[in-house]
């Protein structure tokens, strides 16, 4: 055939480097610090829960469109729970929808809410899904760079940057806080003014927290919870991340119910429905005690200390995360400026696998000289690489 068998919306993202060094990772006997994914399961007792729905016979068949009501009222609870002093809740019957995970209802979110040639902001670096879920729906995106500060040894977001980026074609913001890859934990003032921006402009803003647990500095605010932004904000959250089933794939959308009607829409089309009995697991593990969240955090606390002083020690640049399980390193001090070729070399040097921040971004030149490791791995494991790592 003549005519180019990938959509051309989808040509530019290719293979992703995911796959790339998972594979090498595979191929070099390395310790895989790319992608995100735990190296140990969750709570026995969420598993547990999973295989009684399936001895029950819970969830083998479709479940119901918007998610099984037992999930629906967990994350709906789970909301109350850690933000109703914020004055945030909602509706499980009309304001819940269980994805196929988060990156689904990115994808469902944005199919549904613009049209094409509408412009969405995201913050650069940004998760590439955001990407290539823009491109589907017809958008144009819009990147605003978070800046790295080496004396910080921290990201800020320029807001009088982001404000000018606003123009009459923009339909939403696409935001992300705690913020994969730099670790950002975006401030109540940041986040203030972001809905001033929105309430002003008459923007839509979907928020990925997917990273909501995962704070080791500062704290999570939804921006939902903001003046204004409840009927403008489509807010996303995961299991996967929170419980690390990362295979499980379920997700969730939580906004007013026109907005959750309209990702529905699209969402049915894409899965319909999906992880029938997982659901039921996850709804059990919504109602973990405060206990497990903080031990959570503090576990990851002390791995990303771990890899931290590790990477630093190996000559990196590190900007300390302060939040999620990924830390961002500056190589020019090893005397690199080239991620993609320092991470495809890195495997055979030192044994390690990391992924190259650039694929972040719209604005190669600005990621170029970044590296992402993951920190969500056993404290052996990062004592290991860090180790492996002197060897620059």
């Not at 709570?43 to 119901?64: F, H, I, S, T, W």
Request: hydrophobic share 40%; glycine share 8%; aromatic share 8%.
């Amino acid at each position: 055939m003549d005519r180019p068998l990938l959509n051309r919306r989808l040509a530019e993202f290719g293979t992703t480097i995911f796959a790339e060094m998972s594979a090498l990772a595979v191929r070099t006997g390395s310790i895989n610090l790319g992608q995100g994914f735990p190296d140990a399961d969750g709570p026995e007792e969420v598993r547990e829960a999973a295989v009684r729905a399936l001895r029950d016979g819970r969830g083998n068949q479709y479940p119901p469109g918007p998610g099984i009501p037992e999930l629906r009222a967990a994350v709906a609870t789970h909301q109350e729970r850690f933000y109703g002093h914020l004055g945030l809740s909602c509706d499980p019957d009309t304001e819940v929808l269980v994805t196929a995970g988060a990156t689904e209802a990115i994808a469902a979110s944005l199919l549904a809410l613009l049209e094409p040639g509408d412009e969405v902001i995201a913050l650069e670096p940004y998760y590439d899904s955001y990407a290539a879920g823009i491109a589907l729906a017809g958008g144009r995106r819009v990147p605003v760079t978070l800046r790295a500060d080496p004396e910080s040894g921290s990201y800020r977001l320029d807001l009088d940057e982001l404000r000018d980026a606003v123009t009459d074609h923009t339909r939403l913001i696409l935001l992300n806080t705690p913020h994969n890859p730099t670790g950002t934990v975006l401030s109540r003032e940041e986040l203030a003014e972001i809905a001033r921006l929105a309430c002003e402009r008459d923007l839509l803003v979907i928020t990925d927290e997917v990273y909501e647990h995962l704070v080791f500095e500062g704290e999570h605010l939804p921006l939902a919870s903001f003046p204004g932004m409840r009927e403008r904000t489509v807010t996303i959250g995961s299991a996967g991340k929170t419980f690390s089933f990362t295979g499980w794939k379920v997700g969730w959308v939580t906004a007013p119910p026109e907005l959750v009607g309209a990702v529905r829409s699209a969402k049915q089309f894409l899965t319909y429905v999906s992880a029938g009995p997982f659901q039921y697991a996850v709804a059990e593990a919504l109602a973990l005690p405060d206990s497990y969240f903080t031990a959570l955090r503090d576990d990851l606390r002390a791995k990303r200390d771990i890899l931290a002083t590790g990477l630093a020690e190996a000559g990196f640049t590190v900007f300390r995360p302060s939040g999620t399980y990924f830390i961002t390193t500056d190589i020019r001090p090893l005397g690199h400026d080239d991620g993609f070729a320092f991470c495809r070399a890195l495997p055979e040097r030192a044994g390690v696998v990391a992924i190259p921040n650039a694929v972040f971004y719209d604005h190669k030149d600005q990621g170029a000289p970044y590296v992402r490791f993951a920190f969500c791995k056993q404290e052996s494991v990062l004592r290991d690489a860090a180790d492996r790592l002197q060897k620059l």
